[in-house]
């Protein structure tokens, strides 16, 4: 995907750190501190344009949800979305990669980690890079907490089929799969912005919640 540069981006980043903070800045490690509350903690890793993120940010606000994205280009429309939205207090973003989570948050830090239209590095030999594979597993293991889970959607069947796998080699309980997430639409399901424009297409949206086993 090629990325429209935006030259102001840093400089408007820089100018709301109450919502935006950034990993270049030194890892952040005291979450419950930076939201000044004992809530439990959710995060998209590769959150993109941040609907999702913001969206479960204003629907759940006993919650306090965190977006990952590492390019300037695309985080900063989600911080423009978020100030469109008043800024939620339960919300920050984060200019960051999520293959450094263990810089980012303590051990067993997080309730829930949603992985959302990931790229699905679709060659083999290209396999460790996708964010269902058992090297990102296992660090998404350390920093959730015990029985922590994952809520993955996608529309790429193959990379669904892989990721079936990859949890359950790895030993993760699968709680809920589904393989046409739109045909039976939950009412709290928020759709990310690539949701809308696959299911729009009559795509399918695959879907699954898995637990570690810990």
């Known amino acids: 995907m090629r990325l429209r540069n935006k030259p102001w981006a840093k400089d408007f980043m820089a100018e709301h750190p109450d919502v935006l903070i950034n990993e270049d800045e030194g890892a ?3 979450w419950k501190a930076i939201f000044n509350n004992e809530n439990p903690i959710h995060v998209e890793v590769g959150t993109g344009k941040g609907q999702f993120i913001i969206g479960m940010a ?22 423009e979305k978020a100030i469109e939205a008043g800024k939620p207090s339960n919300l920050r973003l984060l200019r960051g990669n999520g293959a450094n ?18 790229d699905p590095w679709p060659k083999t030999r290209h396999a460790k890079r996708r964010l269902t594979h058992e090297s990102f597993l296992a660090k998404y ?3 959730l907490k015990e029985k922590g889970e994952i809520h993955f959607k996608t529309d790429n069947r193959k990379l669904f089929e892989y990721s ?6 790895y030993g993760m309980v699968l709680k809920d799969v589904s393989l046409d997430l ?11 912005e690539y949701e809308e424009k696959f299911s729009a297409k009559g795509q399918p949206i695959y879907r699954l919640e898995a637990m570690f086993n810990n």
């Open 28 to 30: 952040v490690k005291d």
């Open 58 to 79: 204003l629907a759940n606000p006993d919650i306090n949800y965190i977006g990952i994205e590492h390019f300037d280009n695309v985080i900063v429309s989600a911080l």
């Open 101 to 118: 989570m263990e810089d980012l948050f303590k051990v067993r830090e997080l309730d829930l980690i949603y992985l959302n239209f990931s």
């Open 141 to 143: 293991e350390d920093v």
């Open 164 to 169: 079936l796998v990859s949890m359950s080699s």
């Open 182 to 192: 739109h045909a039976e639409m939950p009412e709290d399901n928020i759709m990310t």
